[in-house]
């Protein structure tokens, strides 16, 4: 069974900096499409940035040159850099995984079957 941990979240002011970090138990991640998404109160679950196992990490339009994904198998860990953070990007944050996630639906969250407990961030104004 895989688990998936979210930690990092926090509250920090316009124009700062978190790093969300998210470890993986029961399966090394280096088998597994590893992605981040986020979840804002009334807003549905939207990719934020990830993908498919030895490939380039693909970002959404409202991140990108801001967020960086990376990975690190010898931790089992998938971290998300998130700078210059504005209060838009306010919301919970989950790590989501899965073995069988095809390039088409890397965006999908129905395509992710594991999914840690989110982790919750704020940007103040």
């Known amino acids: 069974q895989v688990q998936l941990v979210e930690s990092g979240g926090g509250l920090v002011e316009t124009g700062g900096s978190l790093k969300l970090s998210c470890v993986a138990s029961g399966r090394t991640i280096n088998t597994l499409s590893m992605s981040w998404f986020r979840q804002a109160p009334g807003k549905d679950r939207e990719f934020i940035a990830g993908g498919k196992v030895r490939t380039n990490p693909l970002y959404a339009n409202s991140v990108k040159g801001r967020f960086t994904f990376t990975r690190d198998n010898a931790k089992n860990t998938v971290y998300l850099q998130m700078n210059s953070l504005k209060p838009d990007d306010s919301a919970v944050y989950y790590c989501?995984?899965?073995?069988?996630?095809?390039?088409?639906?890397?965006?999908?969250?129905?395509?992710?079957?594991?999914w840690g407990q989110g982790t919750q961030v704020t940007v103040s104004s």
């Open positions: 989501a995984g899965s073995s069988t996630l095809i390039q088409s639906s890397i965006g999908t969250h129905s395509a992710y079957a594991y």
